[in-house]
């Protein structure tokens, strides 16, 4: 059961637009997020997070929007530049006492046309 | 700067063989560290919490004695594919965290490994 849902494996934007990549998660019990973004050959790198008692998080071109009634995330890069294509990945935890386990999406593929 | 190294990047070996890959963090102390294994386009599963000092705690359906896993400082944990087999071929990735409150967790390059 994928608890955290990428549904776009892909996406292509042109380089100076927003790229907007969608995240979507079941387990109610989640309330803090992240996005990782992960280069060929490399280990995925913490990007931006977010806690449930937030709607938005903003860390210069990169926001990061929660909607909990819609259980939904969302990662806006605005404006895109050519070395944000990688691969992004949306991850959920429960902040109870100690634990630390995060659930992972499948990804999402971001290619920046020039 | 990466602040967690994954050793070996890379690792073929014969079936039968164990294999050990080491994560170490680099500028900081992490009594916590974490095992992944990811399978060709799906997401980075848990295997297992390292916590230094004391044993490992698994997930579900991941088998304790087949991954051996040692977290003997504050910055280093081994895992160890033993006796390995074709199926176990995987790309592992290892991360560790500061130890305060809400401190992300930073990923290793990840180790690629083929058994034959």
């Known amino acids: 059961d994928q608890q955290v849902k990428q549904n776009s494996p892909s996406l292509s934007v042109q380089e100076g637009r927003i790229s907007i990549l969608n995240c979507d998660y079941t387990?109610?019990?989640?309330?803090?997020f992240l996005w990782y973004k992960k280069y060929p050959a490399e280990g995925p790198t913490f990007l931006i997070s977010?806690?449930?008692?937030?709607d938005k998080n903003e860390d210069g071109r990169f926001t990061v929007f929660l909607n909990k009634s819609a259980k939904h995330l969302s990662l806006h890069i605005v404006p895109s530049q050519p070395g944000d294509s990688a691969v992004y990945f949306c991850?959920?935890?429960?902040?109870?006492?100690?634990?630390?386990?995060?659930?992972f999406g499948t990804g999402t593929r971001l290619t920046i046309i020039p | 700067g990466a602040v967690v190294s994954q050793h070996p990047s890379r690792v073929i070996c014969k079936s039968g063989t164990s294999v050990k890959i080491e994560c170490r963090s680099l500028?900081?102390?992490?009594?916590?560290m974490f095992w992944y294994r990811q399978f060709p386009k799906q997401s980075l599963m848990l295997m297992a919490t390292?916590?230094?000092?004391?044993?490992?705690?698994?997930e579900q359906g991941v088998e304790k004695d087949k991954f051996l896993i040692n977290h003997a400082s504050l910055t280093l944990s081994t895992l160890t594919v033993t006796s390995a087999h074709p199926e176990d071929s995987s790309f592992y990735i290892c991360?560790?965290?500061?130890?305060?409150?809400?401190?992300?967790?930073?990923f290793g390059d990840g180790t690629r490994l083929s058994i034959l």
């Open positions: 991360s560790a965290r500061r130890d305060l409150s809400n401190q992300p967790q930073h």
């Open positions: 387990n109610s019990m989640f309330d803090y």
């Open positions: 977010i806690s449930s008692i937030k």
């Open positions: 991850a959920a935890k429960e902040s109870n006492f100690g634990n630390e386990k995060l659930t």
């Open positions: 500028d900081f102390q992490a009594t916590t």
């Open positions: 390292s916590n230094e000092g004391s044993k490992a705690t698994y």
